[in-house]
């Protein structure tokens, strides 16, 4: 396989199984590639000119390494101008004039990097917002699911890239905005995030593969729908009993060119349907 510096991780790891270990010899930061939730999270997005900067070391480091895993250099690529941090839109007059005492500041990526998934503690700071305050969740990539999620419940976003470890969202309601409405209906919606929930599920009624995993702790849940779409059946769909949105997942979902709807039902019971696009 040729690489550059521009090559994603998770090809590397797809393309032989010893190159996880072998990155991880490279630095110590890259031990968190073990944790199967961190893998799926990041490999995906990460570039070996970017992982260079994250392990202190210089994409040359994996070259070697890899090189006797039968990987070989394209030298013809090696312009990482991309790799850079996304330019950040132009700050809302909102947040430029928001008290800093009215942001709240939460940084998840250290409870990532332990395989724990934040979205709970989220949910909380989010209903215990006081009236204009701000949630800046600080993390290292951008969280769209979790962006959508709260467009539901009323809230305005913006992304700052501060550089690729550091991406900051901020969550916001303004009067135009906010409905009080509209926000307790989203909260307390126990429907489909689709009108179209019912006619699909009638759809693949003969052609549900069942899976459980309101029993299992971080990070299985996300691995055992992984694993289980990984042999899903031309045709057939996943039903997922699950304890809450996986919001993580979503991405990887969407990533992997699986299309899915959710049914909240109530507090720690959330139902996915989850199938291929065609």
């Known amino acids: ?21 072998t990155i991880v010899t490279l630095s110590p930061d890259f031990k968190k590639l073990r944790n199967p939730v961190l893998r799926a999270l990041m490999a995906g997005r ?7 900067k994250i392990g202190g070391c210089k994409p040359e480091d994996f070259f070697s390494a890899l090189a006797p895993l039968g990987f070989e250099v394209d030298s013809s690529q090696t312009d990482t101008t991309e790799d850079a941090a996304p330019k950040s839109k132009p700050k809302p007059d909102y947040l430029r004039d928001i008290p800093q005492d009215r942001v709240i500041n939460f940084d998840v990526r250290a409870m990532l990097a332990e395989g724990n998934d934040p ?24 969280p769209v699911p979790l962006i959508k999620l709260l467009e539901r ?12 470890d550091t991406i900051e969202t901020y969550f916001y309601r303004t009067d135009a905005a906010y409905s009080p409405q509209k926000a307790a209906d ?13 006619l699909l ?9 069942d899976v459980d995993v309101r029993h299992l702790e971080m990070p299985m849940p996300m691995m055992t729908i992984l694993e289980n779409l990984e042999v899903l059946p031309q045709g057939k769909a996943l039903y997922v ?12 979902l969407k990533e992997r060119e699986f299309d899915y709807r959710i049914k909240e039902v109530q507090d720690g019971e959330v139902y996915l349907l989850i199938f291929k696009n065609k």
Do not use: C
Not at 3 to 14: D, V, Y
Not at 132 to 140: A, K, R
Not at 186 to 198: H, I, L, M, Q, R
């Open 119 to 142: 979205l709970k503690s989220i949910q909380q700071k989010v209903k215990s917002l006081n009236p204009g305050e701000v949630l800046l969740i600080i993390n290292n990539f951008e």
């Open 186 to 198: 989203a909260e307390g919606e126990n429907v489909s995030t689709s009108g179209d929930w019912d």
């Open 153 to 164: 419940q009323g809230f305005l976003s913006y992304v700052n890239f501060v550089d690729q």
């Open 1 to 21: 396989m040729l690489i550059n510096e521009k090559t994603k991780i998770a090809a590397l790891l797809k393309h032989h199984p010893d190159a996880l270990e």
């Open 201 to 209: 599920l009638k759809q693949f009624e003969n052609n549900l593969v």
């Open 241 to 252: 009993h699950h304890k809450r949105i996986p919001v993580f997942l979503l991405t990887e």
């Open 46 to 52: 990460t570039t070996i000119a970017m992982a260079s």
